[in-house]
């Protein structure tokens, strides 16, 4: 069966492909100078625009995993989240606190979803 | 492919089904006044009681991560752990020590399995 | 659909497949005296030797979690990683710093993968 990988890098690739199922690598921000909420949205719109290069969406997450170094930016995370997601299909998730490798970075989130 | 969800909230769902793979939200205690022992029945009960309802139960895990904030947790937990598994089937598992949302959670268990 | 399990022991087992997924046990190092670099290439040994038990290799990862208790060893590690992956097929990766449930672990990883 085939794996098909996308955003390929001499480290990691961004997305792998599987009998229907996307593994997504952590997703970060680029622009670290923004606060939690800005973060978290910039996150968010990798996830979508990997999600859409992978043939699925928002709407068809299975599991999310959540990392925050500080859980204090936990209520703020939460409030960009809930706006994201699809009503009716919200994914299962889990968040802990964790330290990133980017002391910069306040929120890394990693994607399993389903092709459509 | 159908996603199938069960206890869909508005921020997460406990469970997503898609091609027989089972995926729970991170589960923790309700009654957090429990010490480490009580904390882990009441979330392997939880896990029972989801897996019941998607069609599977606790000899048909494929991988669970556990998340403990105080790893002194980690002999009393495995105590309840040893007893509450299939012999023979029993999951590959990954624990490490991470904070929680909410400091009176002692421990949080992310479940992956399969359906009957 | 059967799950098929490998090293199966009293509290976890090292395998899990299931339609063609492999799951692998969060993986550390036995020799604890080995600095960072000696222990990622234990670890990485030890995918290797149950991905080829379970009918895959480690061009056929879909997903790697690292948990690290110190992130001063990220570069080291990476260092060992960038050597190991195969080229061109590098897995999606996420890499946390955590506590492990041995002080002496400087090093997990958990490994998802697809059987040949």
Same mark, same amino acid.
């Given at each position: 069966? %085939?794996?098909?990988?996308?955003? =390929?890098?001499?480290?990691?690739? &961004? ?5 229907? +199922?996307?593994?997504? @690598? $952590?997703?970060?921000?680029?622009? +670290? ?6 973060? %978290?949205?910039?996150?968010? $719109?990798? =996830?979508?625009?990997?999600?859409? &290069? ?14 925050? *170094? ?9 409030? =960009?989240?809930?706006?994201?997601? %699809? !009503?009716?299909? %919200? *994914? !299962?998730? @889990? ?7 980017? *002391?910069?970075?306040?929120? &890394? =989130?990693?994607?399993?979803? @389903?092709?459509?």
């Amino acid at each position: 069966m %085939t794996i098909q990988r996308l955003h =390929v890098g001499l480290t990691l690739s &961004e997305v792998a492909i599987h009998r229907g +199922t996307i593994y997504l @690598a $952590g997703q970060v921000a680029d622009d +670290t100078t923004q606060d939690i909420a800005g973060q %978290t949205r910039e996150v968010l $719109g990798h =996830v979508d625009r990997l999600l859409q &290069e992978a043939g699925s969406d928002r709407s068809r997450i299975l599991m999310c995993q959540i990392f925050l *170094p500080d859980l204090g930016d936990f209520d703020a995370m939460n409030a =960009v989240w809930n706006d994201w997601v %699809t !009503p009716g299909q %919200t *994914p !299962p998730r @889990a968040t802990v606190q964790a330290g990133l490798a980017n *002391p910069a970075w306040r929120i &890394e =989130v990693v994607v399993t979803a @389903a092709q459509k």
